[in-house]
C-alpha cells in the first residue's frame, strides 16, 4: 500500500506525467519511419516517382475572390509550374535549382529565400515530395498533437518554414497542415483522393491565410509530355501590356500611412 501511495504522487508531481483519465485509452504512436511507410503505401508513392517528366493537373479555382482555371505540374524530383490564369493571375516555376514567380500585375521576379520556401511548402506537401526521403525536409511525429483519429508530424523545410501536419490513421492520408513563416499563418486541406496513374491524389485544395480561402479543384491527372516538361526550366513572362514609357517621370509622389507604411 505504501508502495501504491508514492507512486501516486510522483504522478501529481512530476509535470506532464498524469494518467489518462478513466476510460480513455491512451492511443498507440507510431515512429517517423513508420508513419512515413504507412503514407507512401496508402498514397502509391512509388508508384508516382517512377515517371520522371512528371505529371499535369488542370480544373477550376477560385484564387483572392475570383474564379479562374488553375493548373499544377510537378515531378517527382520536386520541380514544378503552378498557374493560375484569370483577371488576377499568378504563377511559380521551380526547375530544380531556381524558381520565379509572377504576380498580379504581370511581373516576373526570382523567387529566393523564404519565399521560394513557402511555394515548395504548399505544393512539395499537396504533391507528396515530402515523401520522398532525399532530406529536404525534416520529419518527427509529434505526440501532444497525436490523437486516435490522427498522427501529427512537425515539418521543417529550410530555414524559416515549419508545419504540422495531420495524416488519418483510417486511411494514412494527409488531412490538412498548418504552417508558418514571417509572412503569417496557412492551413492546407486536402480532399476528394482519387487513385489515378496508379496513385492517389487529392483533387481537391483550400489554402487559407489571413481569413481568405483560395480553393482549387482539378478535374484530371495525367502525365506531363516531353515538351510539357520543359515549362520548368523557363520562368513565366509578363504580360505583353506590360511596357516602359520613357517619356514619364521615374519620381512618384508618396505618402505615409497612420501605420507607418509608405
Not at 500500500?1 to 504512436?29: E, H, S, W, Y
Amino acid at each position: 500500500k505504501l508502495t501504491a501511495r508514492v507512486a501516486a504522487f510522483v504522478l501529481l508531481i512530476l509535470p506532464g506525467v498524469a494518467p489518462a483519465p478513466a476510460g480513455q485509452q491512451i492511443p498507440d504512436i507510431p515512429d517517423t519511419a513508420e508513419v512515413l511507410a504507412r503514407v507512401r503505401k496508402a498514397l502509391g508513392h512509388e508508384r508516382m516517382a517512377r515517371y520522371e517528366h512528371g505529371y499535369v493537373l488542370e480544373g477550376r479555382a477560385v484564387s483572392s475572390g475570383v474564379r479562374s482555371h488553375a493548373r499544377l505540374m510537378f515531378a517527382p524530383d520536386g520541380r514544378f509550374a503552378v498557374a493560375i490564369d484569370g483577371p488576377l493571375g499568378q504563377a511559380a516555376v521551380f526547375d530544380g535549382r531556381k524558381g520565379w514567380a509572377r504576380d498580379m500585375s504581370g511581373i516576373s521576379r526570382p523567387l529566393q529565400f523564404e519565399d521560394l520556401e513557402e511555394q515548395q511548402m504548399l505544393v512539395w506537401v499537396s504533391t507528396g515530395r515530402w515523401l520522398a526521403g532525399d532530406g529536404s525536409f525534416v520529419l518527427e511525429v509529434d505526440p501532444s498533437n497525436t490523437d486516435e483519429k490522427r498522427v501529427a508530424l512537425r515539418v521543417t523545410l529550410g530555414k524559416g518554414v515549419r508545419g504540422l501536419l495531420q495524416v488519418n490513421r483510417a486511411d494514412w492520408r494527409p488531412a490538412f497542415m498548418t504552417y508558418g513563416s514571417s509572412s503569417g499563418e496557412y492551413r492546407l486541406e486536402f480532399d476528394d483522393y482519387r487513385r489515378q496513374n496508379g496513385f492517389w491524389f487529392p483533387f481537391e485544395l483550400r489554402h487559407v491565410h489571413n481569413g481568405m480561402t483560395d480553393h482549387y479543384e482539378f478535374e484530371a491527372l495525367r502525365p506531363a509530355g516531353a515538351k510539357e516538361a520543359q515549362e520548368f526550366a523557363r520562368p513565366p513572362q509578363a504580360l505583353s501590356r506590360a511596357r516602359f514609357d520613357a517619356n514619364v517621370s521615374p519620381r512618384l509622389e508618396t505618402m505615409r500611412a497612420r501605420t507607418g507604411h509608405i
